[in-house]
């Protein structure tokens, strides 16, 4: 990564073309940048500038590589926006080469990191203590909410070593059709939910009654769960069990059932756990093109000492991958692992073409206000927060981690479903980079928001947790932002710091990935 000497003006690699504005105000026409390029116009900060002269038809190069090719001239010193550009196809799936084992590179283990994590009987490690309701259909959502008020209000207080109690609520259950292929998507991504390790296999199921989605068969995967009678009648609650009598019956009723939970999630403690027990997702959402420079790199280094420290690491959005995949493939551990890579991208280009949607549609508005002129440009900066790992495994929507290393988790990009999906798979940690801005958080895991930019770190000095914009400045380097990332990861997942959107208690819902028909 190279800047100007003059303004903060990044080129990424010595091929590029174009370079980003990161002057907080962007930079007037008439600057002169590299001491010989002078500005054609006003050029916004994030946005592209061109360094050479381009030719219709020729590339423009970011990353090092094309993203995009030029639909009319553009001389050096203007701005090269969307509208001067014409989309590249993706890669080819079919002619991508699968990855020879002997080029990897292996990584350096590190030891000696630990964090105090909640320890569980199926070996896995939660970073918060929490009671977890979840429904089997979302006419009890309301139920749900309403009896975690009051467990809040009249039972936690007597319980302090539980966290929280949250309701897992969501839109699936009834009016679908569960046994079309399909519906093995949400179905096992509410069943893996339960068993996450946040949740210590204390997890009470409501359902109404009548819908399709039996309430039991969302504990069915739940390796967590106990035997005895006690148990398993807390386990499943019916709103429609005709025992009940009146709304503050059913109520009572349900906070009841909750106290075995809570007992039990009480005698949990935090213990020392090496960083090996970390499973972290993580996922970029209001990118804009720092987010490929600054915040996202640190990401990848971060994960890399994950990855290193013998821990796990989960990326995903399957079209923010698509259309760099040539760049991950081989880096996949062995032909299998390269071909079922392929293999989600190919199944995501069929869902999308069922329902007349192509590339095109993402990136978003505010990514391109942002800086980030199509997909191509987008998938780039947003791979690099897998760092420079082996990939390992990939996992199809909703599916559980099952070993240790850098993942490949399959989702779409919305942020709220990637999340709910990760949550499934199994994370304990979450790291959420921005360029733009959102306040998302989830309840059931920490998440550290990370800005890339230090205009937006600074302005919502409140909600962000880590500026990596210092990158860009040169304040600081990819390294030491990945190091202050890394420990930062261990002092959260510890319950040492509490991220923002947990002290404000800002929390995004569930939303499930529903690929099946609605009846």
Not at 188 to 213: A, D, H, M, S
Not at 227 to 237: H, I, R
Not at 355 to 382: C, M
Request: proline share 6%; charged share 20%.
């Amino acid at each position: 990564m190279t800047k100007s000497t003059n303004h903060i003006v990044i080129k990424i690699a010595e091929t590029d073309n174009v370079a980003v504005i990161a002057n907080s105000e962007g930079l007037p026409e008439g600057t002169i940048i590299n001491d010989d390029i002078r500005l054609l116009q006003n050029i916004p900060m994030g946005h592209k500038v061109a360094l050479l002269n381009i030719g219709l038809g020729e590339k423009i190069i970011r990353y090092g590589q094309v993203i995009g090719f030029a639909n009319r001239p553009i001389k050096a010193g203007e701005w090269v926006e969307e509208s001067k550009m014409l989309l590249p196809e993706p890669p080819d799936l079919n002619s991508i080469p699968m990855p020879d084992n002997k080029t990897l590179s292996e990584l350096k283990p590190i030891e000696g990191y630990t964090f105090l994590g909640y320890r569980n009987s199926d070996g896995s490690v939660g970073t918060k203590n929490i009671l977890g309701i979840t429904t089997s259909v979302q006419c009890v959502a309301g139920l749900a909410q309403y009896i975690v008020k009051k467990i809040k209000q009249k039972l936690l207080p007597k319980y302090p070593n539980v966290d929280d109690v949250v309701a897992l609520n969501h839109s699936y259950g009834c009016g679908i059709a569960i046994n079309v292929p399909s519906a093995i998507i949400p179905i096992r991504t509410l069943q893996n939910i339960t068993t996450n390790p946040n949740f210590g296999g204390e997890v009470l199921v409501i359902g109404l009654g009548c819908e399709k989605l039996p309430p039991e068969s969302l504990l069915l995967q739940n390796g967590n769960s106990k035997t005895n009678s006690d148990k398993k009648f807390s386990n499943v609650f019916y709103m429609q069990d005709e025992s009940f009598y009146g709304f503050s019956g059913i109520v009572e009723a349900g906070v009841k059932r909750t106290e075995i939970h809570l007992k039990e999630l009480n005698k949990r403690k935090r213990e020392i756990c090496p960083a090996a027990d970390l499973v972290v997702g993580m996922q970029c959402g209001g990118s804009d093109a720092f987010s490929g420079i600054t915040s996202n790199p640190a990401a990848g280094y971060a994960a890399d000492l994950i990855v290193k420290a013998g821990g796990s690491v989960m990326f995903s959005e399957v079209t923010e991958v698509r259309d760099a995949v040539h760049l991950l493939v081989p880096r996949t551990i062995n032909p299998e692992v390269g071909k079922a890579l392929l293999d989600e991208m190919k199944w995501y280009d069929n869902y999308l073409e069922q329902g007349q949607a192509d590339r095109s549609a993402n990136p978003t508005p505010g990514n391109k206000l942002g800086g980030l002129s199509n997909i191509v440009e987008k998938a780039l900066g947003s791979i690099v927060k897998s760092g420079t790992s082996p990939i390992v495994d990939v996992l199809g929507p909703g599916e559980k981690i099952h070993r240790k290393g850098l993942i490949f988790a399959a989702t779409p990009a919305s942020d709220f479903i990637c999340g709910t999906l990760q949550l499934a798979a199994g994370m304990n940690m979450h790291v959420f980079m921005t360029g733009r801005g959102t306040p998302y958080g989830l309840s059931m895991v920490p998440v550290i928001k990370v800005g890339s930019n230090s205009k937006l770190s600074k302005r919502w000095f409140d909600l962000i947790d880590l500026d990596a914009g210092k990158i860009a400045t040169g304040e600081k380097s990819i390294e030491e932002m990945g190091w202050e990332l890394f420990h930062l990861i261990l002092d959260v997942a510890s319950g040492k710091k509490e991220v923002a959107c947990d002290k404000l208690g800002l929390h995004n819902d569930l939303v499930l990935f529903n690929p099946g028909p609605v009846t």
